[in-house]
């Protein structure tokens, strides 16, 4: 079993910057972890991948490519999200989500078993 758990989420003014971070426990070796995100009415979005421990692993989504830096640190075991020129279009639900195997497409939501509660993101005009 993993454990998942979401922290930084925030309410900003449109252009600020926000840093999520998600903290994995557990047991499972975790072979990739991806941040989701679900936004008012809309239907839930593959943010930004990566491997942990895997150069150049990171993978974005079209939306916040360039605005976004996903990161892994070891030492603490926990995956960040920086999000940057933050848009009220990136309010959401933000979900760090993991597997152990990651096969398929990275944005497919369903080929991940741990979830976190998510941590809210409001970003206002």
């Known amino acids: 079993q993993v454990h998942l758990k979401e922290s930084g989420g925030d309410s900003v003014q449109s252009g600020g910057s926000l840093s999520l971070s998600c903290a994995a426990s557990g047991a499972v070796r975790i072979a990739c972890v991806t941040w989701f995100r679900q936004g008012p009415e809309k239907e839930r979005e593959g943010v930004a991948r990566?491997?942990?421990?895997?150069?150049?692993?990171?993978v974005y989504g079209s939306s916040v490519k360039g605005r976004f830096t996903i990161s892994y640190e070891k030492v603490e075991n926990t995956v960040s999200l920086q999000m940057t020129a933050l848009k009220p279009e990136d309010t959401a639900m933000y979900f760090c989500?993991?597997?152990?195997?990651?096969?398929?497409?990275?944005?497919?939501?369903?080929?991940?078993?741990?979830w976190g509660q998510g941590t809210q993101v409001t970003v206002s005009s």
């Open positions: 989500v993991a597997d152990s195997l990651c096969g398929g497409r990275w944005d497919n939501a369903e080929i991940y078993h741990y």
């Open positions: 990566i491997v942990p421990g895997v150069e150049d692993s990171a």
